[in-house]
């Protein structure tokens, strides 16, 4: 006697059979089971009595379906795949065989062609990717991964927000800490520099490959390609280091998982609702972590070096441009137009390139060749600028746009140039 393969549904269809030719079900109680009419079920009943449990199975299993894709069609998208897209992916290829081609084929299908052909393999089939445990660094200060995390802090009793955190390789000890509306350069600016202060400069600092701290090769122009994080520490002769792989800085992004479970009750349990109050819990928080998860080093060395007397740390941290000055002693920057006064001295930069220096708080000095140049501004323009906002940024931007349109409705509607009609669209579009 051969065997029979059957599906669930033939399987669970072979029961009802067997019971309904024994009477012990109806047939409105059979075709109510499975979804069918009482003429099918009859048809069904015909069939398992004259040829058994092989009867139920369907006929169509083993033969190709009619809605099948001619061979030849396989053969010929096949070809070409193989000759022009071998390491294109089922979507682009399929975009280029229809667009170049005249092939016009669905994703899944050429997906699954190629698949079939060895041409493709699925994500769920490829070989995992090996990530072998690295030896820590010997001495404190010889390396110290730096990431931010944004994560719900405050657990909704205060904004979302960012945590800034320095992890030293050697010992896994939290150095440095900082709450941020999101991850931006003049917070690396601070959080650094107040790292700085305390320990002073390490050997290196290793982080992921966010814009803050590493250029596009096409846009590496300025600082020998170093972004303005890379050109403050090069100046304070430190290494920045780029992780390809969140695995390559395990120690940081674990750390990460460790401070979103205990410090996210420490705040809870302290009453913490702003970013303000948790900055000043950080040195307590940091104390009780490394207490209890630091490790010995290797080697009772510490690699931190002192600060020089030259290093200035207010000068270093600041954002930094290079602008040409016109022949008229004019420059312009971030849509203001700066007037360099007109001295015996300034003459001579006529059409060379300064530096304009930026802080947090919007403040621009001009320098050239180490020496500032009194200058005064001409005119602001409120327009918007147009940044380009990292996806990290995107919702402290946001917040800040709803925050500023709120705050003009607000004032509209406190105006009594407006119309009982267009104060209450204002108060249809405003945000619960």
Same mark, same amino acid.
């Given at each position: 006697?051969?065997?029979?393969?059957?599906?669930?549904?033939? *399987?669970?269809?072979?029961?009802?059979?067997?019971?309904?030719?024994?009477?012990?079900?109806?047939?409105?109680?059979?075709?109510?089971?499975?979804?069918?009419?009482?003429?099918?079920?009859?048809?069904?009943?015909?069939?398992?009595?004259?040829?058994?449990?092989?009867?139920?199975?369907?006929?169509?299993?083993?033969?190709?379906?009619?809605?099948?894709?001619?061979?030849?069609?396989?053969?010929?998208?096949?070809?070409?795949?193989?000759?022009?897209?071998?390491?294109?992916?089922?979507?682009?290829?399929?975009?280029?065989?229809?667009?170049?081609?005249?092939?016009?084929?669905?994703?899944?299908?050429?997906?699954?062609?190629?698949?079939?052909?060895?041409?493709?393999?699925?994500?769920?089939?490829?070989?995992?990717?090996?990530?072998?445990?690295?030896?820590?660094?010997?001495?404190?200060?010889?390396?110290?991964?730096?990431?931010?995390?944004?994560?719900?802090?405050?657990?909704?009793?205060?904004?979302?927000?960012? *945590?800034?955190?320095?992890?030293?390789?050697?010992?896994?000890?939290?150095?440095?800490?900082?709450?941020?509306?999101?991850?931006?350069?003049?917070?690396?600016?601070?959080?650094?520099?107040?790292?700085?202060?305390?320990?002073?400069?390490? =050997?290196?600092?290793?982080?992921?490959?966010?814009?803050?701290?590493?250029?596009?090769?096409?846009?590496?122009?300025?600082?020998?390609?170093?972004?303005?994080?890379?050109?403050?520490?090069?100046?304070?002769?430190?290494?920045? *280091?780029?992780?390809?792989?969140?695995?390559?800085?395990?120690?940081?992004?674990?750390?990460?998982?460790?401070?979103?479970?205990?410090? =996210?009750?420490?705040?809870?349990?302290?009453?913490?609702?702003?970013?303000?109050?948790?900055?000043?819990?950080?040195?307590?928080?940091?104390?009780?972590?490394?207490?209890?998860?630091?490790?010995?080093?290797?080697?009772?060395?510490?690699?931190?070096?002192?600060?020089?007397?030259?290093?200035? *740390?207010?000068? =270093?941290?600041?954002?930094?441009?290079?602008?040409?000055?016109?022949?008229?002693?004019?420059?312009?920057?971030?849509?203001?137009?700066?007037?360099?006064?007109?001295?015996?001295?300034?003459?001579?930069?006529?059409?060379?390139?300064?530096?304009?220096?930026?802080?947090?708080?919007?403040?621009?000095?001009?320098?050239?060749?180490?020496?500032?140049?009194?200058?005064?501004?001409?005119?602001?323009?409120?327009?918007?600028?147009?940044?380009?906002?990292?996806?990290?940024?995107?919702?402290?931007?946001?917040?800040?746009?709803?925050?500023?349109?709120?705050?003009?409705?607000?004032?509209?509607?406190?105006?009594?140039?407006?119309?009982?009609?267009?104060?209450?669209?204002?108060?249809?579009?405003?945000?619960?």
């Amino acid at each position: 006697m051969g065997t029979i393969s059957m599906s669930g549904t033939e *399987l669970d269809r072979f029961e009802l059979m067997r019971r309904l030719d024994r009477k012990e079900l109806r047939q409105t109680d059979v075709a109510g089971l499975i979804g069918l009419s009482v003429r099918q079920v009859q048809r069904l009943l015909a069939r398992f009595r004259r040829d058994g449990a092989a009867g139920l199975v369907s006929k169509k299993r083993g033969r190709p379906s009619n809605r099948r894709l001619p061979d030849a069609l396989r053969t010929q998208a096949m070809d070409l795949v193989r000759a022009h897209y071998h390491d294109f992916g089922p979507t682009l290829a399929c975009e280029k065989l229809d667009a170049r081609h005249g092939i016009r084929v669905s994703v899944e299908t050429v997906r699954t062609w190629m698949i079939e052909s060895g041409l493709w393999v699925p994500r769920k089939l490829r070989e995992r990717q090996v990530f072998q445990p690295r030896q820590r660094r010997a001495c404190r200060g010889e390396l110290v991964q730096i990431d931010g995390c944004e994560h719900d802090w405050f657990e909704g009793r205060g904004p979302k927000c960012s *945590l800034l955190v320095y992890v030293d390789d050697a010992t896994s000890e939290i150095v440095q800490m900082r709450f941020v509306r999101s991850e931006s350069t003049f917070d690396y600016f601070e959080a650094t520099k107040a790292y700085l202060k305390v320990h002073g400069r390490p =050997v290196a600092f290793y982080s992921d490959r966010h814009s803050i701290f590493t250029k596009a090769k096409k846009r590496a122009k300025e600082f020998g390609g170093l972004t303005q994080f890379g050109r403050a520490l090069q100046s304070l002769n430190i290494d920045i *280091l780029c992780a390809p792989t969140p695995q390559a800085k395990g120690r940081v992004e674990r750390a990460h998982l460790t401070l979103q479970d205990r410090l =996210v009750k420490e705040l809870r349990l302290e009453g913490i609702n702003t970013m303000d109050e948790a900055n000043a819990f950080v040195p307590t928080y940091i104390a009780m972590h490394n207490a209890k998860f630091a490790r010995v080093p290797k080697s009772t060395v510490d690699a931190h070096r002192p600060l020089r007397p030259e290093d200035d *740390l207010e000068h =270093v941290f600041c954002w930094r441009e290079q602008r040409k000055l016109s022949s008229q002693l004019v420059l312009h920057y971030k849509r203001v137009m700066y007037l360099v006064e007109k001295t015996d001295e300034n003459r001579v930069l006529r059409n060379k390139r300064v530096e304009v220096l930026e802080w947090p708080d919007g403040e621009v000095e001009l320098w050239y060749d180490g020496r500032k140049l009194e200058h005064a501004v001409f005119d602001k323009n409120p327009h918007v600028t147009g940044e380009v906002v990292a996806h990290k940024r995107l919702g402290h931007i946001l917040r800040y746009c709803q925050d500023m349109q709120r705050e003009r409705d607000e004032e509209l509607l406190k105006s009594s140039k407006l119309t009982l009609r267009e104060k209450d669209r204002i108060r249809e579009r405003r945000p619960t």
